[in-house]
């Protein structure tokens, strides 16, 4: 048996480096990936993760081919650090409704934050925060956002497998509607006179609260030319109140723009 070590072939392609990077958020969008089981071992893999703090301690400097970033902003630091996590990131993917929407610390955006630290915080003083909590692509460029509130650990492996093979990702962009039509699910609107974010939420949940009798809360944000004034004013008309129809707008993606902008007007005098 030979000892001479032979060399790696030339044309073996180096993996794609992968970084997942967290901002105010709960950690769930990246549960959702260590939850990925068997597709976790297939991506693992495809790709050299190279930095994620929530699964391994080794820590590699950049530059990284795909970053996954959790988590809205919120303070001045993680405003300096994203803009950092862009220059290190070919391509920079946002996942989840902090990212992608301002998550439901976005509530904040309605209120004044520094009373809110001083009922919380014995040293307010200490705190460094900012007025608002902002999505990703508010403050640099985003290459491809991932919906929902968590993710679907699905999308998240398309998304990865899209890119480590070159080519642009396939996820549904239709509204959860759809997925009750497909399921079979009665309307809650129609039989029951619930409301429902339904028809102007994106895709993504499987449309889960209109089969057990609930209206949708838009976890996956607004779906494509979402007409959100039309939808309010007619549960505004067939009875929803003003107090029913804000909450509902103002949740996990209450700085969308399209549902702020909703919400808003909804909060202005007749």
Known sequence: MSNVIQPAPKNVRPRPRLAVFKFASCDGCQLSLLDCEDELLAIAGAVDI?????????????????????????????????????????????????????????????????????????????????????????????????RGCPIDRHQLVEVIAALVHGRQPRTPRHSVCLDCKRRGTVCVEVAQGIPCLGPITHTGCGAICPSYDRGCYGCFGPAAQPNCDSLTDHYSATGSSREQLVPLLRNFNAAAPEFQAASDRLEQPS
């Open 50 to 146: 190279a930095y994620f703090l929530e699964a391994t301690s080794r820590i590699e400097p950049g530059p990284y081919d795909v970053a996954l970033v959790e988590g809205s902003i919120t303070t001045p630091h993680d405003a300096a650090r994203i803009q950092d996590v862009r220059r290190q990131s070919k391509y920079l993917i946002t996942i989840g409704a902090c990212a992608t929407a301002g998550g439901i610390q976005s509530l904040k955006n309605w209120a004044d934050h520094e009373e809110f630290m001083r009922c919380v915080y014995a040293h307010p003083e200490f705190i460094s925060t900012l007025a608002t909590s902002t999505p990703i692509a508010n403050h640099v460029a985003v290459d491809f956002e991932l």
